[in-house]
């Protein structure tokens, strides 16, 4: 009830764009800020709220503000790196995507993120390593293993690639529940955005839809596996049906 309640207004402002009503977020949190312009959460209040709007440049203001004022917050980090990726500033979203991942607790979110901002720089050997300590860390996620795979792709080592895509078979039509990430963050900033070939999985996804057998859907993952070797036609590697 007290007008110059900054924390309750800011609050009042993140409840509402959680509710989808991003303009009175902006508005709400914009009268914290007047009231507290040097609280670096209030800041990144108003970043998220114009993120949700996909105003990046009008967030990253925000975001860097922030993080001016305290610059050990993971999260803003984070989404600075989210929104220079989403601008095509992979240069610049580097840094801060690196500082997330020592500030934050280990995520395959923040580690799909760090592997699609290095893949965009070239930097494809470093983008394995990233893509493996995702995979170590959630060993019995499909998507881990799946973009493992396309980084091993990515630097022609086609035996790693093939082994991480059978791994994620196996998980996919594993009985039991499948493990899945649980940041919201995780399906943002990984599916659709890696611009690598992603093939493989995608089609197994859609026959896994369909209820197709395990047998079928391997053997088409196979088709398209070899799809991988046309220069290597000595190769007579063959990709076995993994056991199930």
Do not use: W
């Not at 095509?88 to 500082?99: I, M, S, T």
């Not at 993120?113 to 470093?126: Q, S, V």
């Not at 881990?144 to 991480?164: E, Q, T, V, Y």
């Amino acid at each position: 009830n007290d007008p110059g309640n900054a924390a309750a207004t800011n609050l009042l402002g993140v409840l509402a764009s959680d509710q989808g009503y991003h303009e009175e977020a902006v508005e709400l949190i914009g009268q914290a800020i007047e009231r507290q312009p040097d609280n670096p959460y209030y800041l990144f209040s108003l970043g998220n709220a114009f993120l949700c709007q996909d105003l990046f440049e009008d967030a990253e203001h925000c975001y860097r503000q922030s993080l001016d004022l305290d610059p050990n917050q993971g999260v803003a980090n984070q989404n600075l790196a989210v929104v220079l990726r989403d601008q095509g500033k992979f240069e610049d979203a580097e840094v801060p995507c690196a500082r997330a991942v020592e500030q934050l607790p280990p995520s395959v979110a923040t580690y799909h993120l760090y592997a699609e901002i290095l893949l965009h720089l070239g930097r494809h050997d470093d983008v394995v390593k990233i893509c493996q300590k995702a995979a170590d860390l959630e060993p019995k996620n499909p998507e881990a293993h799946k973009l493992l795979g396309n980084a091993l792709k990515n630097i022609d080592d086609l035996d790693g690639a093939i082994a991480s895509f059978e791994a994620g078979t196996k998980l996919m039509f594993s009985p039991g529940p499948k493990k899945q990430s649980d940041d919201p963050m995780f399906t943002y900033t990984t599916l659709g955005k890696l611009e690598h070939d992603i093939q493989q999985f995608d089609y197994l996804l859609k026959k896994e839809l369909l209820n197709e057998s395990y047998e079928d859907v391997v053997r088409t993952y196979t088709e398209v596996v070899e799809e991988m070797r046309p220069t290597f036609a000595d190769d007579e590697t063959s990709v076995e049906i993994p056991p199930h």
